[in-house]
């Protein structure tokens, strides 16, 4: 009986094994495909074009969760290690290192994730071109056989890729009116659609945040402040043109002055020696295709000259702007620059297409309203103080922040004053001393305009300190600075997705409420003031008493010496 169950045991086991490899040998890998499309709004097509596949990493999905390893080839060699990690020598016989610096053990986790902070167009744009250049110096071959789409195709469909990620070139040969389309990735798990990418110069704008390093898609900034401003682009190809237009005009919203003279010009990191305009053409303000512009910077000519400009140079522009009262509250101030380009070589008369990009300006409201503790020490929201003055610095300044006055949708307001104001400069600042507000004011849309109230214009994030320079009257005057930090954060599309108020103060005194929203811009702080002390006075209960006492003596002495006389009378 033993030995019958043992060899059932045996045979069970058999047949898992062999169950096992069954699904191994029949299993099949998964697949899907890339359909490239006619986009919809050009006369790009993919008819006639030839496209070639290279896969760049695998991928095993889960649901919605999708795992990325390296692509390899046959001989287990990782064709785009080297664009990551390694080292390559170039068309011009340079000797480049990978995008996340030379690593003898890079991790592909590390890649995909250098990858996925590729979120902007130009960015990404500029990636898949260095991609195809790194395929190109390198020699790598694709396993995936290339894909012509026919004569009068709208689509073209590459068929039984294994899951992953790919890189996908326009391989046509450029001949007649043939324009080649820019570079394009996708991502296969099952069936991707991704649009003919014309080629369609990229632009970008960008400006440098408030710690004078990063370049973003926005920043908030003061009344007076300097801006700095960035615009780039990729020379693109353009062969087929026997003459090739190629400008950018930049429009400054009303608040933003150009600084004379702020204007730079720089290919590949290196500003160009513009001598007799031999790069570049710069125009003032002036009308153009889609209306007035600020400036205009002009390459139509010098772009077309090899010597000057080769495909894929990084062109930037940089300028700074000054932001002056007339800078718009409660929205992003936006700096938008558009680039224009001949986009068809067969045109008989001129085409031009269009990119545009932009870069946004915010600045902030701060509401700071005076309230009075009770005799508890307890904030008092319902107590608005008048009379109290303050005076505003950077953190760490022993200068004041200066100010001028406006009334704006009858609100007085103190602005932070431009350097070449004319108007009266404040440098104490003090609350309104009349008119108590009405109906609900703890909301987030509430901007001030009553008593106990100072309302400011023209804040950056940054952190401040608020002196009291006059106390209500009966109140204390605290002798500390009252500490304020504005905060925000900023989104991938150049949006205030948070902004916040923090403070503290030691000493008398005391913050309230503090807070900041990021749909209207507004900054606010509550700030209360201690009452005066009652202190002791003579003529109180102690005079009271003594007199009492006087009066019950002289009527005892009364008493006595009637006594006394009535009994000598006797």
Known sequence: MKAIKKSLAILVCLCLVFSCMAMTVFATEATGSITIQNPGNSAATVAGKTFNVYKIFNAITNGNNTSYSWHTHENDEIPFYDFFYGEWTNSKNQTVTGVLGKQENGNVQGAVEYVAKITDSLSLSQFAEDLH??????????????????????????????????????????????????????????????????????IEKQVLENDGETWGKATSVAIGDEVEFK??????????????????????????????????????????????????????????????????????????????????DVITIEYTAIVDEDIAPH????????????????????????????????????????????????FSNHTRLAGAKFKFYEKGSSEPIKFILKNVDGIDRYFVAPADTTETIYTEIEVISSGLPEGDIENSTYLGGNMGDITLFGLAEGEYEIEETAAP?????????????????VDDYGNISTLTVTGDHTGNGSLGNAGGNYRNLLTWVDIANKPGAALPETGGIGTTIFTVLGIVLMAGAAAFFTSRKRSSVA
């Open 331 to 378: 929205v992003a101030n936006k700096n938008e620059a558009t680039l224009f380009y001949h986009n068809d070589p067969t045109a008989a008369t001129p085409t031009f297409g269009s990119s545009s990009a932009t870069a946004n300006v915010y600045t902030y409201m701060f509401v700071m309203t005076k309230f009075s503790e009770d005799a508890n020490g307890n």
């Open 231 to 312: 615009i780039t682009t990729l020379v693109p190809s353009h062969t087929m043109y026997t003459e090739y237009s190629y400008y950018i005009e930049d429009v400054l919203p009303e608040g933003l002055e150009l600084k004379d003279g702020s204007i730079k010009v720089f290919k590949n990191d290196v500003e160009v020696d513009n001598t007799d305009n031999a790069y570049y053409t710069l125009s003032d303000a002036g009308e153009g295709l889609e209306g007035p512009y600020d400036f205009k910077v002009d390459f139509t000519g010098p772009i077309s000259d090899k010597n000057k400009f080769e495909v894929n």
């Open 133 to 202: 250049k790194y395929i190109i110096d390198t020699g790598i071959e694709t396993e995936i056989p290339s894909v012509e789409a026919g004569d009068t195709a709208t689509s073209v469909n590459i068929p039984n890729l294994s899951y992953g990620y790919y890189l996908v070139y326009d391989a046509t040969t450029l001949e007649g009116g043939s324009v080649r389309s820019a570079v394009m990735l996708s991502t296969v798990n099952k069936d991707a659609v991704i649009t003919l990418k014309a080629n369609r110069p990229q």
């Open 473 to 489: 009257d009966g109140y204390v005057l605290p002798e500390n600075r009252f500490s304020i930090k504005i905060e925000d954060v």
